[in-house]
């Protein structure tokens, strides 16, 4: 792999070399642009992201805008400063001098800020914000001071300059938490968490959010600060489907965070038992700093696991066994769909497998349309769950069915996707991400298997706004909700990420789920997309997905507009 990566990264050079009409020309020739594609995703050249240097530069130039974004926010919303209150609750044992140093700079943009703490040790140099009231007691903020927002940030923590002048003019109900970055010794800005929207699932197996957690006073009613422990165990209550907080995600880097990693495996732990209070059943990866968590079957609903084939003998015969040989969970049928095969030993393979107690073989004697095959089978198959899975999946995790079907059950998860590899065990889906090639791709795609990925988001399981259906589960009642795969507009390719958008846009959340490991040999039996046919229609099912689902595209909730669309490797934005 090394040497395929040092041999790649100089032909990537020499076509550089290249002229640009010449290598204009080359582009039109299907089969050579396919086979340079994939002998790059072979070589591994994708995954990596920049150097440290060249982060640092791309996020330089972030900082700048946002420093452009943030002073057109001040000019053109005019708020009087003077009339906004806080109350600031510091948590931990951080450096609480160097906090106060930081609010003090922040007077100018308040009336009154008042600040609680945890840590009842005040130090000397405290005198340093005489303009701050202290609260050394939780119950002392009521009643007088619950009309006031509340900010919750760590003991150590930096704001930028304005950064409650920014927080000021914000126009929110529930929740608002932001970016936030670590200064160097040297004064540079750098490991910035640039988090996603609103995610729940990725709350609780990670703590994503740690700090800078601004509430709104209408909000606190609802919300019981008794016993909190920490922000990010705080945030982590509110992720129960019956709790319907307003939460904001504002994508400025206001705060200047100091890493504490004792602090997050104590938040694991915390989260993990709020995760089990939730009805789940949770378990601490303190290697890969994750919490995994089983949420519970009841009753065991059937699954019908439906599996569209031409021919194909050899790698339909690999899913099924796989299947049947090493998933624990046992209520499923299997529904083979035959799509017009037509080898003598692949039908002989097929009859066979229909005698199976657990296997139906239904034919589709249609021209290939991947959307009304499944909206067919589903038609013909008994399950309360739909599993989507493609003829060149093979299982990995025994637990795989145990894991997806649990979160699929639950009350606010829609369409549930599996980490999926590459037989060399590069990851080939971890979760869908809109916008990438101007339409969507899949995030941390060639990572090794093992790889945390951003922020821990391919070790962990979150929310996405998409999951490919090469391996997907989802309650019968919400795949009829959302009518189905688009069998007109999107006959093969982004059928499932429309799908997607619809079961989200139902009220539910889309999830990834990174227990659930399985092969995906992509597109083996169908071939690749490098026909001229192949490639108009293509373009056609781009354009309808650009057009219908154009606000997802151009920023999608589950990602970060200060992350690259250029690449699937979560680098920052050029």
Not at 47 to 54: A, I, L, R
Not at 334 to 351: A, C, G, H, K, R
Not at 415 to 432: F, M, T, W
Not at 532 to 541: A, L, P, S, T
Request: charged share 20%.
């Amino acid at each position: 792999m090394v040497i395929k990566k040092y041999v790649m990264m100089s032909v990537k050079v020499g076509v550089g070399l290249i002229p640009k009409p010449i290598r204009i020309f080359l582009k039109k020739n299907p089969v050579l642009t396919s086979f340079y594609s994939r002998s790059l995703q072979q070589s591994g050249l994708f995954y990596g992201f920049p150097s440290k240097k060249k982060l640092q530069a791309l996020y330089s130039r972030v900082i700048n805008t946002q420093n452009e974004d943030i002073a057109n926010t001040l000019n053109r919303i005019k708020v009087v400063s003077s009339q906004f209150d806080v109350v600031v609750f510091a948590f931990g044992n951080g450096s609480l001098d160097d906090t106060l140093t930081s609010l003090s700079n922040q007077l100018a943009f308040v009336r009154n800020l008042y600040l609680f703490t945890n840590n009842e040790q005040l130090s000397a140099n405290s005198t340093i914000a005489c303009n701050i009231e202290f609260i050394t007691r939780l119950e002392n903020i009521t009643p007088r001071l619950i009309p006031l927002p509340l900010l919750m940030i760590n003991q150590g923590d930096h704001l930028h300059p304005e950064a409650l002048a920014v927080l000021a003019r914000q126009n929110f109900e529930g929740l608002l938490y932001t970016d936030s970055d670590e200064v160097s010794d040297n004064g540079s800005r750098e490991n910035a968490r640039l988090l996603p929207g609103w995610n729940p699932d990725y709350q609780l197996t990670t703590g994503y959010i740690e700090t800078a957690v601004l509430i709104q006073p209408q909000a606190l009613d609802l919300i019981n600060l008794n016993g909190v422990v920490s922000i990010a165990v705080f945030v982590g209550q509110l992720c129960g489907p019956n709790f319907n907080l307003p939460v904001k995600h504002l994508p400025l880097s206001l705060f200047h965070y100091v890493d504490n990693k004792k602090r997050k495996r104590d938040d694991l732990h915390e989260l993990a038992t709020v995760a089990v209070r939730l009805g789940g059943r949770a378990s601490v990866d303190e290697k890969m700093m994750v919490n995994k968590i089983q949420w519970p079957i009841n009753n065991s609903p059937l699954v019908s696991l439906i599996i569209p084939t031409k021919n194909s003998k050899q790698l339909v015969q690999d899913c099924i066994e796989s299947i049947l040989n090493k998933t624990t969970y046992y209520n499923y049928e299997i529904i083979l769909v035959d799509n017009n095969s037509d080898e003598q030993e692949s039908l002989e393979y097929f009859t066979e497998l229909a005698q199976h107690s657990k296997i139906t073989v239904v034919k589709y004697p249609f021209p290939f349309n991947y959307s009304a095959i499944n909206n067919f089978a589903v038609s013909q198959c008994n399950g309360d769950v739909i599993g989507l899975v493609n003829n060149d999946i093979e299982v990995i995790t025994p637990t795989w069915l145990d894991a997806m079907v649990g979160h699929a059950t639950r009350p606010d998860i829609g369409c549930v996707g599996a980490k999926l590899l590459y037989s060399d065990g590069r990851v080939q889906h971890a979760g869908v991400v809109m916008g990438y090639g101007g339409g969507a791709g899949h995030a941390h795609k060639y990572f090794p298997r093992y790889h945390p990925g951003y922020m821990n988001r391919l070790s962990g399981t979150n929310n996405y706004s998409a999951v490919t259906a090469a391996c997907l589960l989802i309650k019968r009642e919400l795949f009829m909700a959302a009518s189905g795969l688009n069998e007109t507009d999107l006959e093969v390719a982004f059928n499932d990420v429309d799908f997607c958008l619809k079961v989200q846009e139902l009220g539910v959340r889309n999830l990834y789920c990174a227990e659930a490991e399985l092969f995906h040999h992509e597109s083996v039996s169908r071939g690749l997309d490098n026909t001229k046919e192949k490639r108009v229609r293509f373009e056609q099912e781009l354009a309808y997905i650009q057009n219908k689902w154009a606000s997802y595209i151009e920023n999608d909730p589950a990602y970060n507009p200060n992350l690259t669309l250029r690449r699937e490797n979560f680098s920052i934005r050029e």
